[in-house]
């Protein structure tokens, strides 16, 4: 069975609520899946974590981290010492540029500390929103919301919040779930849909979310899964 299809409607906000405590009641400790100490190896993994698995980047980053713990030392250790580094990790020659140029700005800029806001860690080589998002809810407190690819597919599958870009599912998603929960609620969802709300095979059967799910199939995958065990 494949699983492509998006929810027909949008969850209202108690249902949106109902969701995300479902998965905060089956995951409470959830938190980030990098392996970082401090800001700045946070801000590092998280630009290496780009179309890569975190698993990857944990495996690559305790020598990179451990010859270079902060941006003067990174940039002493340039371009292609940070390349022999990460070659396991995809794309590795754009990320060992984009982290030594951070590292200068970084230097620069903003006296080797890692900024706050979202228009200065943007403006850091190879920092987009999702990866500032991630920065400011996990390393700063805020409520941030950072939509990578499980999250822009929870928000369309389930109806939690539907959008054409992730910029449309992060609105919908800061619109729906309530705001102290907001914050707590990027790592629920990257983690539900890192295990559970699977791209190819979603794992209904398993969802704690399943009840106040608007996803069309999920009867029909529950079902299956069943009739298999």
């Known amino acids: 069975m494949t699983a492509t299809k998006s929810a ?7 249902e949106a609520k109902r969701f995300i405590t479902a998965l905060a009641e089956a995951n409470p400790e959830a938190e980030s899946e990098l392996v970082f100490t401090d800001v700045f190896s946070l801000l590092v993994s998280v630009v290496l974590s780009a179309q890569a698995t975190d698993k ?8 990179l981290f451990h010859d270079a713990p902060d941006p003067a030392a990174m940039v002493a250790l340039g371009e292609e010492g940070i390349a022999r580094h990460i070659k396991t990790i995809g794309l590795w020659r754009a990320k060992a ?3 030594f140029k951070l590292s200068q700005q970084l230097l620069e800029k903003h006296g080797g500390e890692v900024p706050s806001d979202r228009k200065s860690l943007e403006a850091l ?29 929870i928000g369309n599958r389930t109806g939690l919040a539907p959008g054409k870009t992730p910029r449309a599912v992060e609105e919908g998603l800061i619109e729906r779930i309530p705001r102290d929960m907001l914050r707590p609620a990027h790592h629920w969802l990257i983690l539900h849909g890192r295990y559970i709300c699977l791209a190819r095979a979603p794992q209904c059967e398993r969802c704690p979310g399943y009840d106040p799910c608007l996803y069309p199939d999920k009867s029909a995958i529950k079902a299956q899964r069943g009739e298999a065990q």
């Open 56 to 63: 990857s980047v944990n495996k690559a980053t305790p020598a």
């Open 8 to 14: 027909k409607r949008v969850m209202t906000k108690p």
């Open 125 to 153: 080589a190879g920092v987009g929103r999702k990866t500032a998002s991630v920065v400011m809810n996990v390393a700063f407190g805020e409520d941030a919301m950072a939509v990578d690819t499980h999250i822009f597919r």
């Open 97 to 99: 540029r984009n982290v």
